[in-house]
């Protein structure tokens, strides 16, 4: 049996040092917003590489954070990708813009730029390039339109902790980024979690005061918030984890290369020379995608789909009035994509054993 994925494996290599952390805080009696997050935050903010990094209660409450931080709201337009976790279009949603999607390219799955380019209007007020299978995208072109306009760069890093571009870490390029911890993220809690990372100490201070009521004196709201906080049984809990993180993202670049180097019959992912991807999920591409299932199923080998649906085919938003034919490689790759199991954990004999497993498929 290889299953998709396997997190028990992680928290018995940690086990002393995750009991410790949680004892620690259940014995201070102090659980919201205290001595644990402000650490997990500097740390964060120190590996990321940016000065400001603020927990939240989750991923997709960091973008949306993010975007009320920024101002945006009813009447304008945000662009960003089909093929990514819903909760991406669903931040963009809830402030009352508009989400835009734009294709992707067929070779990284990432954010296209003549695409993007095509899709700016006069209201575009953001861009959420999204890191997906934690790739980076293509960071620089889309800088550049973006300083041309006056336009927003808000990174969704939600899949790519550790992953660079040109040497940097994702989340620290843009105005803004959104990471979320939730347990199968590259770094994650035993529990819901977010962060956002930016420069900017504006946008820092109206990010601290949204996650918590719009307070700067508590009772006293200077601007209108929200509940989303990082408690601190998470946030020491990801302090233990971040200190593996970068040997958990070796660990699985060490298996995608192995996947790469053995796969025939199916195209695997691609990796870009501008950076390093973090393989958040190392996900192939093939013509005979239900067959292959359900033969790896019946050797007991788990896969997953990510996104069987793309954002525009979700009953809640038909609403943005997209057909595949106006997002064409993005549903051609809908049609194909399959993940395959990967985790630092995993056994590379068992990535032999998938890798078999395909090939000998007919
Ligand atoms: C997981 C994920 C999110 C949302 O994070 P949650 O913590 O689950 O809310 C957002 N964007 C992407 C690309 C994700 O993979």
């Known amino acids: 049996m290889i299953p998709f994925f396997d997190l028990t494996k992680q928290y018995a290599s940690i086990k002393s040092e995750i009991d410790d952390a949680t004892a620690r805080v259940l014995k201070s009696g102090w659980f919201i917003l205290g001595p644990e997050v402000a650490a997990f935050e500097k740390e964060f903010a120190e590996y990321i590489g940016t000065r400001y990094a603020i927990g939240v209660g989750s991923g997709t409450e960091a973008i949306h954070i993010a975007l009320l931080a920024l101002g945006i709201g009813a009447g ?45 209007t006069a209201r575009t007020k953001a861009i959420i390039p999204v890191h997906l299978f934690g790739q980076s995208c293509d960071l620089d072109p889309i800088f550049e339109i973006a300083r041309a306009r006056n336009i927003f760069v808000l990174e969704d890093c939600a899949q790519a902790h ?71 049984l998470q946030a020491a809990i990801l302090r233990v984890k971040l200190r593996y993180l970068d040997a958990w993202n070796a660990a699985r670049r060490a298996r995608a290369a192995l996947y790469t180097e053995l796969l025939r019959g199916v195209i695997p992912p691609r990796e870009m020379n501008y950076g390093q991807s973090v393989y958040h999920l190392y996900v192939i591409q093939t013509a005979h995608r239900e067959s292959l299932i359900s033969n790896l199923k019946s050797q007991g080998i788990g896969t997953a ?6 954002i525009h085919r979700q009953a809640a938003y038909t609403n943005l009035g997209y057909r595949d034919d106006d997002l064409p490689v993005a549903s051609q790759l809908a049609r194909a994509i399959l993940s395959l199991p990967l985790y630092p954990e995993l056994a590379l004999d068992d990535v032999r054993a998938v890798a078999n497993a395909i090939n000998d498929f007919k």
């Open 76 to 120: 304008d337009e945000v662009i960003t990708v089909p093929n990514t976790a819903v909760a991406t279009v669903a931040a963009i949603e809830l402030t009352g813009a508009r989400a835009v999607l734009c294709d992707v390219r067929a070779d990284s799955m990432l954010m296209d730029i003549d695409a993007l380019a095509r899709a700016i």
């Open 162 to 232: 550790g992953a660079t571009y040109r040497g940097k870490r994702v989340g620290s390029m843009g105005d803004i980024a959104a990471f979320s911890f939730y347990p199968t993220k590259n770094l994650g809690a035993y529990g819901d979690g977010g962060a956002l990372t930016t420069n900017d100490p504006a946008l820092a201070e109206r990010v601290n005061l949204i996650r918590q009521y719009g307070w700067r004196e508590r009772y006293a709201s200077d601007i209108k918030g929200m509940n989303s906080r990082l408690d601190e």
């Open 305 to 310: 789909i990510q996104y069987p649906q793309m």
